[in-house]
Structures are given as C-alpha cells and as structure tokens.
C-alpha cells in the first residue's frame, strides 16, 4: 500500500500514510473540505437573507396615489 498524499510506501504506524506529517495533511485536507461546505452553506443562507430583501422590494406594495 503506498501513501495517499505522497505516493511512498506506507508505514504500518500511520497506515495508511507514509508518516504523521503526511496523515496531518490528509486530515487538513479532510477538515477544510468539511469546514468548506458548511462555510459555503452559511454563504448560501447569507445570500438567500440578502434574497428576502429583493424579495421584499418585489413583494407588492399598497402605493398612495
Ligand atoms: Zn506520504
């Protein structure tokens, strides 16, 4: 079994990664993935309350005329 994230063999310890640095990397690669969707999300959910305001610019409005 070879490594991952570098490609060289894999040491049994850190299986199934070459050494610890490399298995930090896979981590940091697995958390910034996780972290980036739910960041992405909230994005979206940020967006969509910017939204409600055009929405609220389109809803109708009783005009005085
Ligand atoms: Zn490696």
Known sequence: MTCPVC????EAK???FCSRRCAD???GR???GGYAI???AAEDV???GHGDGDGEEKAPR???Q
């Open 7 to 10: 490609g060289k063999e894999a």
């Open 14 to 16: 850190y299986r199934p």
């Open 25 to 27: 990397v896979d981590l």
């Open 30 to 32: 697995w958390l910034t």
């Open 38 to 40: 739910p960041a992405g």
């Open 46 to 48: 940020d967006g969509d």
């Open 62 to 64: 009783p005009r005085p």
